[in-house]
T-cell receptor, first 113, second 113 residues
Framework: KQEVTQIPAALSVPEGENLVLNCSFTDSAIYNLQWFRQDPGKGLTSLLLIQSSQREQTSGRLNASLDKSSGRSTLYIAASQPGDSATYLCAARQRIANSKLTFGKGITLSVRP | EPEVTQTPSHQVTQMGQEVILRCVPISNHLYFYWYRQILGQKVEFLVSFYNNEISEKSEIFDDQFSVERPDGSNFTLKIRSTKLEDSAMYFC???????????FGPGTRLTVL
């Protein structure tokens, strides 16, 4: 059974800092991994999807990497801004396309002005 | 930009009552999902639906729950005889053929009293 872990649960950084959010998963036989952003009381906004055959994906100031063999993914945020404050969740998809996502608990990021 | 919509945004019900949560997936998507998030916990998969039938379901999705696509646009989750522990945020998601990214709606907050 896949387990997804995100540590630490919360992170506070000053504005402008580059930061890395970590995600680990127990079953390396994943099909792909998706990163989401969740604002308080709101839905999930997809940020990046990285296929198992890829090493990284980029969108603007965000870069996600994937290392299947070690069961790890990271989300890199460059030049953080107060508007980046939110909870960031990673979710792994097993083996086949369009199957369910298994989520981590998320990392709550606070970017201080 | 197309988006998943959900109604109502907040539903309050008495224990033992039946509720129906409604979702309108993105119009050309063929895969539909329900997830839930109990306050302070991980987002959990409930069920996936494709080609008018359930393709996968979790242990949580027991006989109390059912899903339906009553017409070409709506996707519903019915919870019979609600329990206190059903209180959670319920998210609908959809994905299309050729793209594995799941797009989530804003959620319905269900409160069972």
């Amino acid at each position: 059974k896949q387990e997804v872990t995100q540590i630490p649960a919360a992170l506070s950084v000053p504005e402008g800092e580059n930061l890395v959010l970590n995600c680990s998963f127990t079953d390396s036989a994943i099909y792909n991994l998706q990163w989401f952003r969740q604002d308080p009381g709101k839905g999930l906004t997809s940020l990046l999807l990285i296929q198992s055959s890829q090493r990284e994906q980029t969108s603007g100031r965000l870069n996600a990497s994937l290392d299947k063999s070690s069961g790890r993914s990271t989300l890199y945020i460059a030049a953080s801004q107060p508007g980046d404050s939110a909870t960031y969740l990673c979710a792994a998809r097993q083996r086949i396309a369009n199957s369910k996502l298994t989520f981590g608990k998320g990392i709550t990021l606070s970017v201080r002005p | 930009e197309p988006e998943v919509t959900q109604t109502p945004s907040h539903q309050v019900t008495q224990m033992g009552q039946e509720v129906i949560l409604r979702c309108v997936p993105i119009s050309n998507h063929l895969y539909f999902y329900w997830y839930r998030q109990i306050l302070g916990q991980k987002v959990e998969f409930l069920v996936s639906f494709y080609n008018n039938e359930i393709s996968e379901k979790s242990e949580i999705f027991d006989d109390q729950f059912s899903v339906e696509r009553p017409d070409g646009s709506n996707f519903t989750l019915k919870i019979r005889s609600t329990k206190l522990e059903d209180s959670a945020m319920y998210f609908c998601a959809s994905s299309g053929v050729g793209t594995d990214t799941q797009y989530f709606g804003p959620g319905t907050r269900l409160t069972v009293l």
